[in-house]
């Protein structure tokens, strides 16, 4: 079993930055990688990038690409997501996610494990 736990939401005006965490427990020797998805009211379930623990390639969205970092602290078993010049459309609930398995990592059915969720807002 792997436990995540997300941090770093909040309120934050246009054009800010914003750090979220997620913290992996349990298992984590097994994890393969880890990615961010997010889900907006009325809306899908999305990815929004994933990393591979061994080695560190990391994957985007198009619509976050050059605004977004993932990045990993394997010693602290810590995924990081840094975002920056937010849009209100990034608003969202930001959902951390481990999957053992490996590919694709932008697909849902790839994780085994989700954390409970952190609320980004981004105001106008």
């Known amino acids: 079993q792997v436990q995540l736990v997300e941090s770093g939401g909040g309120l934050v005006q246009a054009g800010g930055s914003l750090r979220l965490s997620c913290a992996a427990s349990?298992?984590?020797?097994?994890?393969?990688?880890t990615g961010w998805f997010r889900q907006a009211p009325g809306k899908e379930r999305e990815f929004v990038a994933g990393?591979?623990?061994?080695?560190?390639?990391?994957y985007y969205a198009g619509s976050v690409k050059d605004r977004f970092t993932i990045s990993r602290d394997n010693a602290k078993n810590t995924v990081y997501l840094q975002m920056n010049v937010l849009k209100p459309e990034d608003t969202a609930v930001y959902y951390c996610?481990?999957?053992?398995?490996?590919?694709?990592?932008?697909?849902?059915?790839?994780?085994?494990?989700w954390g409970q969720g952190t609320q980004v807002t981004v105001s106008s």
């Open positions: 990393i591979r623990w061994s080695g560190g390639t990391s």
């Open positions: 349990g298992v984590t020797f097994s994890i393969y990688g």
């Open positions: 996610a481990a999957t053992l398995r490996g590919q694709p990592i932008s697909s849902r059915a790839t994780y085994d494990y």
